[in-house]
């Protein structure tokens, strides 16, 4: 018969056994349980930009995009988004002709064009023009700034964080259509009442399109080195915006080294000396 001592050690035994850690899952089990996780989110799909040329007694319709601007799913939905909006309010404009068919056909002409390429910013331009009766249609000016690397869409409330930039870009942007103006003005052989009458209404035109203000400066391209850094932006303002309609689009190119002090930190990586 077991001694009391060895029924004891045999007892305590039992406990500390009873006690232990479940042993680590073995390596099939653990393989399973790998099996199971989430995978991985799947690539956006590929999005396709088709040329569109639609001819019809009401209206016409061309649209032309760069293939390059596919290789991106997130930029080529953007310009895509772009497009169908301005046919949708063409083809609005066409359903209100309750099927009269007008003097000229309306029409929606749009051009996508790339203007930098690099793998930090891609940047396109989307220019234009939609008739639905008048005089003459109405320009399309939008461009496009994408940071393939971060896949998001660069605009300038995101780009200008500093207090006062919309003051700065709106005092340089002045300072140099004033002085464009003051040129053509001397181009066209103006003087006298005539000159001075000219140049106060297009000077009203200039404060007024260039308020300091984000919706003022919201239409900006990048001005890219041979090594992929932007050494300017260049601000875009449609027909209207700053000069009359025969004027077209007006521009103005403001350098790095005025930018930089006024650049979210996240963005100045990307200009020349950031």
Avoid: N
Wanted: hydrophobic fraction near 45%.
């Amino acid at each position: 018969m077991p001694s009391r001592r060895a029924l004891l050690l045999s007892s305590l035994f039992v406990l500390a056994a009873c006690g232990r850690e479940p042993a680590a899952p073995t390596a099939p089990a653990a393989e399973s349980a790998a099996s199971e996780a989430p995978a991985a989110a799947p690539p956006p799909a590929p999005v396709a930009l088709s040329d569109v040329v639609e001819t019809r007694p009401d209206y016409i319709v061309g649209i032309s995009y760069p293939q390059a601007a596919a290789r991106d799913p997130g930029l080529a939905a953007l310009l895509l988004g772009y497009a169908e909006r301005q046919r949708a309010q063409l083809m609005q404009a066409v359903q209100a002709l309750g099927g009269q068919k007008p003097r000229a056909p309306y029409d929606l002409s749009l051009q996508f064009r790339m203007l930098a390429d690099t793998p930090q910013v891609v940047a396109v331009a989307a220019d234009g023009s939609m008739y639905t009766g008048g005089a003459h249609g109405t320009p399309l000016v939008e461009r496009f700034v994408w940071l393939p690397q971060r896949h998001e869409r660069l605009t300038s409330v995101q780009l200008f964080a500093a207090p006062g930039a919309w003051k700065v870009l709106s005092d340089a942007s002045r300072e140099q259509l004033l002085a464009a103006l003051s040129r053509q003005l001397d181009d066209d052989g103006l003087e006298g009442a005539v000159r001075a009458e000219q140049q106060q209404l297009r000077s009203r035109m200039i404060a007024e399109g260039t308020r300091p203000l984000a919706e003022d400066f919201s239409r900006f391209e990048p001005v890219v080195d041979a090594d992929g850094r932007i050494r300017a932006l260049r601000f875009v303002f449609p027909p209207y915006q700053v000069a009359p309609y025969v004027d077209g689009t007006q521009t103005v190119e403001i350098p790095a080294a005025t930018l930089l002090p006024l650049l979210a930190p996240a963005y100045r990586p990307l200009f020349r000396g950031g």
